[in-house]
């Protein structure tokens, strides 16, 4: 009876552990620059005066990050005094599980030892959880800077409109 009284406040236990654990993995960290390398943020590396690589990392969903990388790049025109900015080029990069979440295993094992007189057989099973959550996705921007009225096309965008509609994050 006392082994029972046990092992259910700590099964409890664990499992309240783990999903905390979960949890904290699972969600894309509030917008800000990157804590270090390979870590959740925004970093942007100049090309030339007017052209810039932004990197924004996170994990879940692709499309928040593809956003924060967006309104990285808006935020960024405005700070270099610039007006408009186009997208000539872009990546996204999934490199892990999308998904994430937690994903259970089984397995099965048996066994026999002998030693001298006596022998001795068994069977286990034992189940795991995947807790590693969503993976983590990358999205990419070079981007152009321009003043003035910003050319007509889908790739370009207005850095105030991008900032106004996007920084409500």
């Given at each position: 009876m006392t082994f029972t009284r046990f092992i259910r406040p700590a099964a409890v236990a664990m499992a309240g552990a783990s999903v905390l654990a979960l949890g904290a993995c699972a969600s894309l960290a509030p917008y800000g620059p990157?804590?270090?390398?390979?870590?959740?943020g925004y970093a942007e590396t100049a090309i030339e005066t007017n052209r810039y690589r932004v990197t924004?990392?996170?994990?879940?969903?692709?499309?928040?990050?593809?956003?924060?990388?967006?309104?990285?790049?808006?935020?960024l025109t405005l700070e270099r005094g610039f007006d408009w900015f186009e997208v000539t080029q872009r990546w996204t990069d999934g490199r892990l599980d999308p998904r994430g979440g937690v994903r259970p295993t089984v397995s099965i094992g048996a066994g026999s030892s002998r030693y001298g007189g006596y022998s001795s057989s068994g069977v286990g099973v034992g189940v795991g959880l995947n807790l590693t959550g969503p993976g983590a996705t990358s999205t990419?921007?070079?981007?152009?800077?321009?003043?003035?009225?910003?050319p007509d096309r889908p790739s370009a965008y207005d850095a105030r409109e991008v900032t106004r509609?996007?920084?409500g994050y």
């Open positions: 990157q804590g270090g390398p390979g870590g959740q924004y990392n996170g994990v879940g969903d692709p499309a928040p990050v593809a956003d924060y990388a967006l309104l990285r790049a808006a935020e990419t921007l070079e981007v152009v800077m321009g003043q003035g009225q910003k509609a996007l920084g």
